[in-house]
Nanobody, 114 residues
Framework: QVQLVESGGGLVQAGGSLRLSCAASGSSFSPNVVAWYRQPPGKQREVVATLTSGGYKNDATSVKGRFTISRDSAKNTVSLQMNNLKPEDTAVYYC????????WGQGTQVTVSS
């Protein structure tokens, strides 16, 4: 059973940076797609950034130029570098991976103060 565990969330001032990490258990896990989603308070979960095994990336318009998704296949980790954070980036961030079935992490809170 593959598990995804996020880390790196926290409280940061507007304009600051955070780096989220997602570690996957299972040495043979090789997802076709990895992504980060977020769920702001009182809102629905939304996709933030996606990365396929072929290297195709897609970022939400709201984070373009500020967030970068990356993957280290050797370490089975996925990261999200978040720069120039804004209060509207406040949300619970979830790691997502797809290999035959979808997998989700438990979420990590990111709070950006103004």
């Amino acid at each position: 059973q593959v598990q995804l565990v996020e880390s790196g969330g926290g409280l940061v001032q507007a304009g600051g940076s955070l780096r989220l990490s997602c570690a996957a258990s299972g040495s043979s896990f090789s997802p076709n797609v990895v992504a980060w989603y977020r769920q702001p308070p009182g809102k629905q979960r939304e996709v933030v950034a996606t990365l396929t095994s072929g290297g195709y990336k897609n970022d939400a318009t709201s984070v373009k130029g500020r967030f970068t998704i990356s993957r280290d296949s050797a370490k089975n980790t996925v990261s999200l570098q978040m720069n120039n954070l804004k209060p509207e980036d406040t949300a619970v961030y979830y790691c997502y991976a797809y290999e035959f079935v979808p997998y989700w992490g438990q979420g990590t809170q990111v709070t950006v103060s103004s």
